[in-house]
C-alpha cells in the first residue's frame, strides 16, 4: 500500500475535489522540483489541518501563514540560518537545505530536508521543536510522516501525548476564504540579472538550469523592492 492510500484509509480526505495546482508555474516559481508524494498529498486534500493541530504549506493557502509559494519559508530559512551563523541555537542540518513545509498549532515547524536538491522524492522531513532546542528527523516521505504520527507509529517528542485521543481527522479551510497565489508586486526579474548578482556576491551558479531557491532567497532579501 502507498503512503497516500494509506493515508487516505486513515484519515478520509474531503469528499469535494480540490482546486487543482499549477504544479508547473509553482515550482518555476520556487525555483525547485518538489517531490511528488507531496504533490499527491496537496492534491488529494487541499489546505486544511490534520487532526486539528498539523497545518501543511499548500500553494492555495487561505493565508500567507500556510502558503507554500508565500513569505513564511523564507523567512524562517532566514532565521534559521542567523541561528546556525551566530550559534544562537543548536541547528542539526545546514538551513540552506531547510525548506519550511508546516507548522503545528504549538509553533513547531515542519521541513524537508531538501538534499540532495535534485532528487526531491529522497528527501526526509525534520521537526523542530516550538520555544526549545529539540529536533527530530523522520527517514521517509511528508505522507508517510503524517501516516506514521498520525497512526500512533512515530512519536515527535515536541508533540503533545493527547494528540491521538480524538479520531484522526483532516479538515479543510473554508473554501470561502481561499484566495489565489497573488502575483509579485515587482516586475519579472531575468535570472542572467540574478546570475551576475549571485557571482558577484560569492555563489557559485550555473550558465543553465534553475537557480538555486536559497540564492533567489538571498537576491530577494538583498534587492526587497
Not at 508547473?24 to 517531490?35: M, S, Y
Not at 489546505?47 to 500567507?64: A, L, N
Not at 524562517?76 to 542539526?92: F, K, M, S
Request: with cysteine; glycine share 8%.
Amino acid at each position: 500500500m502507498t503512503d497516500i492510500a494509506a493515508l487516505t484509509q486513515l484519515c478520509p480526505p474531503p469528499q469535494s475535489p480540490p482546486r487543482p495546482v499549477d504544479w508547473d508555474g509553482v515550482e518555476a516559481g520556487l525555483g525547485v522540483r518538489l517531490p511528488e508524494d507531496y504533490k499527491r498529498l496537496a492534491a488529494v486534500y487541499g489546505p486544511g489541518v490534520f487532526s486539528g493541530y498539523i497545518h501543511i504549506y499548500h500553494p492555495c493557502g487561505r493565508t500567507e501563514f500556510v502558503d507554500l509559494t508565500g513569505p513564511m519559508p523564507g523567512r524562517i530559512r532566514a532565521q534559521l540560518q542567523r541561528d546556525y551563523d551566530q550559534g544562537t541555537h543548536p541547528v542539526p542540518y545546514d538551513p540552506r537545505n531547510l525548506f519550511a513545509i508546516g507548522v503545528t498549532d504549538n509553533g513547531e515547524h515542519l521541513f524537508w530536508i531538501s538534499e540532495p536538491q535534485d532528487a526531491p522524492d529522497t528527501w526526509r522531513i525534520a521537526v523542530n521543536e516550538a520555544r526549545g532546542p529539540r529536533w527530530f528527523t523522520f527517514e521517509g516521505t511528508l505522507t508517510g510522516f503524517l501516516t506514521s504520527v498520525l497512526s500512533g507509529g512515530t512519536a515527535v517528542p515536541a508533540f503533545p501525548k493527547d494528540l491521538l485521543e480524538q479520531a484522526t481527522s483532516f479538515t479543510p479551510s473554508d473554501p470561502a476564504s481561499w484566495t489565489p497565489p497573488q502575483a509579485p508586486a515587482r516586475q519579472p526579474v531575468a535570472t542572467d540579472t540574478i546570475r551576475q548578482w549571485a557571482r558577484a556576491n560569492g555563489y557559485e551558479v550555473p550558465d543553465r538550469g534553475r537557480i538555486r531557491a536559497e540564492i533567489r532567497d538571498a537576491w530577494e532579501r538583498a534587492n526587497p523592492t
